[in-house]
Each structure stands twice: as structure tokens, then as C-alpha cells.
């Protein structure tokens, strides 16, 4: 079966510092992988979007960034966290090219910036 | 593109009454449709998808939902909700053939009382 893992769970950084959250994905291939971010009573907003190693679009312009190392790791970053950036990161796959490509959620990371 | 309305941003219930959260959608092609739901400080679990056929879908923890196309409707429905029904419910749409992205609603934050 698949596995999504997310780490860490809750970080509190001070605005201006670095940020990098990790994604990985088990059990599966060349998965189309996802970014959102979840601010408070905003929804689901769309930050990156992968479709394999070293292939990603940019849903909203900011100061975060997206690489992808390796077939299965999703990594998001900061080079200076704003306050703004606070919020709860959700990374999800999917099947590529399936027919109806239900995506598959981890359990998210808190971000603080202060 | 596709756009996803769920007009109702929270909604209180007592135990074992019956519940509809509604969602709409906007979009110039076919679509699937989706059903999530969130725990608290937890990722997004999938309860049910829309993808042809039958437009009554059943999914997890008793929960249905009902395709309209011509009132580009997806309301979710429980006969009876139980106190570990509260939680978020997002809507999602993705378009039949177009992007493998998924367009999400807002959310509905159900909370039921006892």
C-alpha cells in the first residue's frame, strides 16, 4: 500500500529564517506530487505542482520555492519566511495519468513564523 | 476553468439529526467530483467521488452525495451524524480529461453538538 510522510509535524521559525519542508511518497511511481498551503477559513490554495523529477509549476507567485529530488521526495523552501507564510502545508500525490486521479493527502506540517 | 462554491462556511447540528452540505461547481466541460474531509490538525481524507454512472455515490462513514449536472450541484448527505462527524469537508472538482489538478471549495466546518 501507499504511504505519504510529512516532516516535521510543527515548526516555529522566526520570520526572515529559512524554511524547508519534506515530502516523501511510498509504495507507488512516479507520482504527481502537490504542495497546498491552508490558512484559516482560506481553503486549500494550490502553492506547487509535479509531475516528475525536476518538473515543477508554480501555482502562485511568492517567496517559496519547490525541488524534486528523486521520484518519490517533494521538498518545499524558503530562503526568508514572512509572516504571511504562517499556515498548515499539506503535500498530496496522485496516480500520473490515471482517469480520475483522487489525490492522497499526509498529515501536514504547522508553520509559525513570529 | 473550473470553480468550486461551498455556500455554507459552517454549519452546527445536534447528534443523530441529518445533515446536507452543499456544494456547487462551475465548469465548461465534464467533470469528477470529490468529497474530503479533515480532522483536526490532520491531513484530508477522501469520502467519496463522483466519477460517472450512478449519480448517487456512496462513501465512507455513511456518508452520500448526489451529482446534479443541471444544477451543477454535489451535496453531501448523512441520514444521522454522530460526534465524530465534526470536522472540515472540502469539495473538489477536476475537469474529465483536462489538468490532473484538483480545484477545491473553501471547506464546511461541521460540528455536531449533543
Known amino acids: 500500500s501507499q504511504t505519504i510522510h510529512q516532516w516535521p509535524a510543527t515548526l516555529v521559525q522566526p520570520v526572515g529564517s529559512p524554511l524547508s519542508l519534506e515530502c516523501t511518497v511510498e509504495?507507488?511511481?512516479?507520482?504527481?506530487l502537490y504542495w497546498y498551503r491552508q490558512a484559516a477559513g482560506r481553503g486549500l490554495q494550490l502553492l506547487f505542482y509535479?509531475?516528475?523529477?525536476?518538473?515543477i509549476s508554480s501555482e502562485v507567485p511568492q517567496n517559496l520555492s519547490a525541488s524534486r529530488p528523486q521520484d518519490r521526495q517533494f521538498i518545499l523552501s524558503s530562503k526568508k519566511l514572512l509572516l504571511s507564510d504562517s499556515g498548515f502545508y499539506l503535500c498530496?500525490?496522485?496516480?500520473?495519468?490515471?482517469?480520475?486521479?483522487?489525490?492522497?493527502f499526509g498529515p501536514g506540517t504547522r508553520l509559525t513564523v513570529l | 476553468a473550473q470553480s468550486v462554491t461551498q455556500l455554507d462556511s459552517q454549519v452546527p447540528v445536534f447528534e443523530e439529526a441529518p445533515v446536507e452540505l452543499r456544494c456547487n461547481y462551475s465548469?465548461?466541460?465534464?467533470?469528477?467530483l470529490f468529497w474530503y474531509v479533515q480532522y483536526p490538525n490532520q491531513g484530508l481524507q477522501l469520502l467519496l467521488k463522483?466519477?460517472?454512472?450512478?449519480?448517487l455515490v456512496k462513501g465512507i462513514n455513511g456518508f452520500e452525495a448526489e451529482f446534479n449536472k443541471s444544477q451543477t450541484s454535489f451535496h453531501l448527505r448523512k441520514p444521522s451524524v454522530h460526534i465524530s462527524d465534526t470536522a472540515e469537508y472540502f469539495c473538489?472538482?477536476?475537469?474529465?480529461?483536462?489538468?490532473?489538478?484538483?480545484?477545491f471549495g473553501k471547506g464546511t466546518k461541521l460540528t455536531v453538538n449533543p
Open positions: 498530496a500525490w496522485s496516480r500520473a495519468g490515471g482517469m480520475y486521479n483522487e489525490q492522497f
Open positions: 509504495g507507488t511511481s512516479n507520482p504527481n
Open positions: 509535479s509531475v516528475g523529477i525536476g518538473q
Open positions: 465548469s465548461s466541460v465534464s467533470v469528477y
Open positions: 463522483y466519477l460517472s454512472g450512478s449519480t
Open positions: 473538489a472538482v477536476r475537469s474529465v480529461g483536462g489538468s490532473e489538478k484538483l480545484v
